[in-house]
């Protein structure tokens, strides 16, 4: 089973529009992380925001924000205010504890294209 | 600056001639980690290093190796390349397994 799955390979937004990147997860662990990381067409992976599984409040950072909902197994990514500069590929990943803390497991990735 | 940085940017070589792809980071990180990019198939970690002379297998360690002998350095060995390991590869590393990871540029590797 995938450990991480992104069910939207691309999406469109409208300039100054909020979107939402879906991105489930499957562990059987109590203890993981979540992270979402932004890819432009430059190619470098940068690190948008964390969310520990015991954390009780949804992480934001900047315009950036993750809906952690734990009982479904879901952490989307909010982006608000969408920029031209945020058209890029978004990848949601996780980090499983206590055993195997030291694994990652990225998703598929979502192409978010923003209009102006 | 703090920085991974990763050596070559771009090659291309044939099938079966051993190849090195050096990674180094200037933030004295333990975790060290490998990547490779595929087109539809996201990121998938081939090996981690928790600190100097620990390494681990990640999802697709087959045809590779990796050494950790200095905790700066984290080189990716490709003993005998085939066709199927042309990708994009990246090499990270982070304070700690839970915190956030530094990628490098990348490595686009074409083996043909």
């Known amino acids: 089973a995938q450990k991480i799955t992104q069910t939207q390979p691309g999406m469109f937004v409208q300039e100054k529009e909020a979107v939402t990147l879906d991105c489930t997860y499957d562990?059987?662990?109590?203890?993981?992380?979540l992270f979402w990381y932004k890819q432009p067409s430059s190619g470098e992976m940068i690190f948008l925001i964390y969310?520990?599984?015991?954390?009780?409040q949804n992480a934001t950072e900047g315009r950036y924000s993750l809906n952690f909902q734990k009982a479904r197994k879901s952490a989307n990514l909010v982006i608000s205010a969408s920029q031209l500069g945020d058209s890029a590929m978004y990848f949601c990943?996780?980090?499983?504890?206590?055993?195997?803390?030291?694994?990652?497991?990225f998703g598929s990735g979502t192409k978010l294209n923003v209009k102006p | 600056e703090a920085q991974v940085t990763q050596n070559p940017r771009y090659l291309i070589t044939v099938t079966g001639k051993k190849l090195t792809v050096t990674c180094s980071q200037n933030?004295?990180?333990?975790?060290m980690s490998w990547y490779r990019q595929d087109p539809g198939l996201g990121l998938r970690q081939i090996y981690y290093?928790?600190?100097?002379?620990?390494?681990d297998k990640g999802d697709v360690p087959e045809g590779y190796k990796v050494s950790r002998k200095e905790k700066r350095n984290f080189p990716l060995i490709l003993e005998s390349p085939s066709p199927n390991q042309t990708s994009l590869y990246f090499c990270?590393?982070?304070?700690?397994?839970?915190?956030?990871?530094?990628f490098g540029p990348g490595t686009r590797l074409t083996v043909t």
């Open positions: 990270a590393s982070s304070p700690g397994a839970t915190l956030e990871q530094y």
């Open positions: 562990t059987s662990d109590q203890s993981y992380g």
């Open positions: 969310q520990g599984s015991y954390d009780e």
């Open positions: 990943a996780m980090r499983e504890g206590p055993y195997n803390f030291n694994k990652f497991y």
């Open positions: 933030m004295n990180h333990e975790y």
């Open positions: 290093s928790m600190n100097v002379e620990v390494t």
